[in-house]
C-alpha cells in the first residue's frame, strides 16, 4: 500500500509518521510518502520522520519529494493538511478580526473564511490531479477549516473524501482513558458540524455512562470540558466540542484572546521560527529531541485561555516541560494520524469501525439536508461510509448547526465561483459576525492581506 501526505513539510508530519507506525502491519504499508512545495520546510522535517522510522525497524519505506504527480501516482490512502499562506497568513486571519473586536481564530467565523478562501482551490488542483493518477484512492482531509472545506469539496463534485479532525472522537477517547478501557469498547453518539459538535451518549457494555460522567468533578476537570460552567455541562448533559467555548462565551473568548500578549498564530510562528532555526545541522536523533520538546510545548498552551482556572491559564499560557497538555494523545489510536488511519484501515480492509467523521448528512440528523456535510459518527468498512442515524436534537442546538451551515453553503458558493458579494452575505449570516459594514471591512482587509493568493474576484 502507498499511503501519501500532501503537506508534508508541516511540523505534525512527524506526528503523523509515528501513527502510521502504529497500522503499518495492518494495512501493510510499502511506502509512505511525504510531498511539500516548500523545500527548505521538507529538508528540515524529513529527517525527523526518518529517525523515527528507522527507530521502528523501518517496516516501510518514506520517501520525500516536492512533485505532486510522483506523491500521487497510484497511491492508495492520501492526507491533505496545507495551509497556503504559511503560518503569517494565519496572524493576518486573526489579527484582522480581533482589530474589530471579531473572534480570531483559524477555523471559526471570519478567520476561517478567511483560510478556506487560500486553501479550497489549491485543494481542488490537487484532488483534481488525484483522480487522474489515483482514482480508486481514498483522501481524507485535515486541512482547516475542515467543516467548510469538506462542504465545499463535496459542492465541488468530489465524492472520494472525506474531512476528518481530532476533536470528533475527543468524548470517546476520554471516556475510555477515565474509565480505563479500550477504545473501541466506548459507543458514542456525535453530533453538529466539524468544531461545533456535541457527543449525547457514550455506550460502555451497553450502558451510556454519560450521565455520570458530566456529573464527576474528576472527569470533567482532566477533560476540557473545564472550560464551560459546570452548571452548563451538566444541564446540557452531553460532552461538548471545546471549539463551543467560542459560541457560548464569545465575548469572553474575544476579550481573553484580545488581552494576550501574542495571538495562537503569532505563537505558533514564533514556536516554529524558533524550531526551524534550532533544527539546523543537528544531527537526526538530536533533532529529533528538539522537537519533541517543540511538540510538547506548543500542545501544553492549546486554547490556555479558555481555562476557568486562572492559575492554570496562566500556567498553561507559559508552560514549562512539566505542563499537561489539555489533550493527551491516545497511542491505541494512533494520535494524529489515528482518524484518518484507522477509517483507511476499515475501508481498505474492511475492517469494521465506529467513528466520528464529516460527511453528507444523508438521513442521519433530522432538519439537515442530504447534501449538508455534517460531523457524525459513521459506521465504517469495505462498502463504504454511513452515517449512524440521529434523528431529533435539542433546539438549541439544531439552530446553532442550522446558522453555521446556512454560513458553510454560502461560503462554498462564494469560494467557488470568486463572488465578493455572495461572501458578504456568507459573514452576515455567521452567529459570530452578523453585520454587513463589519462583513465588508473584514473582507476587504483580508483581500488585501492574501491578494497573492486568491485569485480574481468579482
Known amino acids: 500500500m502507498k499511503l501519501t501526505v500532501i503537506g508534508g513539510g508541516s511540523v505534525r508530519a512527524p506526528e503523523f509518521v509515528r501513527g502510521a507506525l502504529a497500522f503499518a502491519a495492518d494495512l501493510t504499508l510499502d511506502e509512505l510518502w511525504l510531498m511539500d512545495n516548500d523545500p527548505a520546510r521538507l529538508d528540515a522535517i ?6 523515527i522510522v528507522r527507530r521502528a525497524g ?3 519505506r518514506l520517501c520525500q519529494t516536492t512533485n505532486l504527480d510522483d506523491a500521487l501516482r497510484d497511491a ?12 503569517q497568513g494565519r496572524v493576518y486571519d486573526e489579527r484582522i478580526a480581533l482589530k474589530r473586536n471579531v473572534l480570531g481564530q483559524e477555523t471559526t467565523g471570519a478567520g476561517g473564511f478567511a483560510m478556506a478562501m487560500r486553501n479550497i482551490p489549491a485543494l481542488i488542483d490537487i484532488i483534481n490531479r488525484a483522480q487522474v493518477l489515483a482514482p480508486r484512492a481514498w483522501i481524507f482531509n485535515f486541512t482547516n477549516p475542515a467543516g467548510l472545506v469538506a ?3 463535496h459542492d465541488a463534485g468530489f465524492r472520494r473524501v472525506v474531512g476528518i479532525c481530532d476533536s470528533a472522537n475527543t468524548a470517546q477517547y476520554e471516556t475510555a482513558r477515565y474509565l480505563g478501557v479500550p477504545v473501541d469498547a466506548v459507543k458514542t453518539e456525535v453530533y453538529g458540524l466539524n468544531h461545533l459538535s456535541w457527543t449525547r ?4 457494555n451497553g450502558r451510556n455512562v454519560l450521565p455520570e460522567l458530566v456529573h464527576d468533578a474528576g472527569f470533567v476537570n482532566s477533560t476540557h470540558l473545564r472550560f464551560f460552567d459546570r452548571t452548563l455541562v451538566e ?9 463551543l467555548f467560542y459560541f457560548y462565551y464569545r465575548d469572553v473568548a474575544v476579550q481573553r484572546i484580545q488581552g494576550e500578549e501574542r495571538t495562537r498564530g503569532e505563537e505558533v510562528l514564533a514556536l516554529n521560527h524558533e524550531l526551524f532555526e534550532q533544527l539546523r545541522g543537528l544531527p537526526a536523533p538530536e533533532a529529533l529531541r528538539i522537537y519533541d520538546a517543540y ?10 485561555y479558555a481555562e476557568t482556572d486562572e492559575t492554570l491559564r496562566e500556567e498553561r499560557s507559559n508552560p514549562t ?3 499537561k497538555p489539555v489533550h493527551n494523545p491516545h497511542e491505541e489510536v494512533g494520535g494524529y494520524a489515528g482518524v484518518a488511519l484507522r477509517a483507511g484501515l476499515a475501508i481498505t480492509k474492511d475492517r469494521p469501525l465506529r467513528i466520528g467523521l464529516n460527511v453528507p448528512n444523508g438521513t442521519a440528523i433530522a432538519g439537515m439536508r442530504p447534501d449538508d456535510v455534517v460531523e457524525v459518527t459513521c459506521e465504517v468498512d469495505g462498502t463504504g461510509i454511513r452515517p449512524v442515524y440521529i434523528g431529533e436534537i435539542p433546539e438549541g442546538p439544531y439552530l446553532l448547526m442550522r446558522g453555521i451551515k446556512q454560513y458553510e453553503r454560502l461560503a462554498s458558493q462564494a469560494i467557488l465561483s470568486h463572488d465578493r458579494s455572495l461572501a458578504v452575505e456568507a459573514l452576515v449570516a455567521h452567529p459570530l459576525i452578523g453585520s454587513y459594514p463589519l462583513a465588508e471591512a473584514l473582507l476587504k482587509d483580508y483581500f488585501e492581506a492574501h491578494a497573492p493568493y486568491l485569485g480574481d474576484w468579482h
Not at 511538540?295 to 490556555?304: D, E, K, L, V
Open 235 to 243: 444541564r446540557l448533559g452531553m460532552f461538548l466540542n471545546e471549539y
Open 321 to 323: 516541560a512539566d505542563t
Open 151 to 153: 462542504q465545499t469539496l
Open 201 to 204: 451518549q457514550a455506550l460502555v
Open 295 to 304: 511538540n510538547q510545548r506548543r500542545s501544553a498552551s492549546y486554547m490556555a
Open 46 to 51: 524529513a529527517p525527523l520522520s526518518e529517525e
Open 76 to 87: 492508495d490512502i492520501i492526507v491533505t493538511t496545507i495551509r497556503v499562506g504559511t503560518e
Open 58 to 60: 523501518s517496516p516501510f
